[in-house]
């Protein structure tokens, strides 16, 4: 399983990027996916996560200002980030986990089985 993270970069406060993780060896439609983030010298934190089906969901500081998705032809999630912070600054890491997540086990890293390799995104004041 190799799930490859892209799309991070440099934006100024108030822009938008969007992530893209692919997946390969693993079915993006079956899968509970999950975006997370770590910013130097703090824990790794939960940010988005979508389960099989339509379910979204996210935590308190992104709520309104990201969107995640995917398209299960191309295998690939998705996350849409608009009215970005100077806080918003960290590794983005994408992530896989079974369909059996619940809204209590979705926002918890150790509950996902497969991990890409991060992006950086840097958004300056």
């Known amino acids: 399983v190799q799930l490859q993270a892209s799309g991070g970069g440099l934006v100024q406060a108030g822009g938008s990027l969007r992530l893209s993780c692919t997946a390969s060896?693993?079915?993006?439609?079956?899968?509970?996916m999950g975006w997370f983030r770590q910013a130097p010298g703090k824990e790794r934190e939960f940010v988005a996560a979508i389960r099989r089906g339509v379910n979204t969901f996210y935590s308190d500081s992104v709520k309104g200002r990201f969107t995640i998705s995917r398209d299960n032809a191309k295998n690939t999630a998705y996350l849409q980030m608009n009215s970005l912070k100077p806080e918003d600054t960290a590794v983005y890491y994408c992530?896989?986990?079974?369909?059996?997540?619940?809204?209590?086990?979705?926002?918890?890293?150790?509950?996902?089985?497969?991990w890409g390799q991060g992006t950086l995104v840097t958004v300056s004041s």
């Open positions: 060896g693993r079915t993006v439609s079956t899968s509970t």
């Open positions: 992530a896989a986990g079974t369909d059996r997540l619940i809204a209590s086990t979705l926002r918890l890293k150790d509950n996902y089985d497969s």
